[in-house]
């Protein structure tokens, strides 16, 4: 079955960083396309950054330089590395995957940032 598992969230200020988690489990995250996304208070689930099975990554345009999206292979884990974080970047951050045409979802965590 899989299992998606996001951590390493919690409250800090603007301008400090942050690293989420998301352990995996039913899947080879080294060969999946991982994502994450977020959910901002008034605005609809938006993709931040992804990484392909090839390791290509994509950034959304307000995240490009100061987010970066990684995989640990052996460890079967996604993280997403913050930096420079805004208050416009609070909410609750997904990690995401695509297999065998259906969407797996973790329970999210939750990043606030505050000015």
């Known amino acids: 079955q899989v299992r998606l598992v996001e951590s390493g969230g919690g409250l800090v200020q603007a301008g400090d960083s942050l690293r989420l988690s998301c352990a995996a489990s039913?899947?080879?995250?080294?060969?999946?396309?991982m994502d994450w996304y977020r959910q901002t208070p008034g605005k609809e689930r938006e993709l931040v950054a992804r990484?392909?099975?090839?390791?290509?990554?994509e950034y959304a345009d307000s995240v490009r330089g100061r987010f970066t999206i990684s995989r640990d292979w052996p460890r079967n884990m996604v993280f997403l590395e913050m930096n420079s974080l805004k208050v416009e970047d609070t909410g609750v951050y997904f990690c995401?995957?695509?297999?065998?045409?259906?969407?797996?979802w973790g329970p999210g965590t939750q990043v606030t940032v505050s000015s």
């Open positions: 039913g899947i080879p995250v080294g060969r999946t396309t």
């Open positions: 995401n995957t695509i297999s065998r045409s259906r969407n797996f």
């Open positions: 990484i392909s099975s090839g390791g290509t990554t």
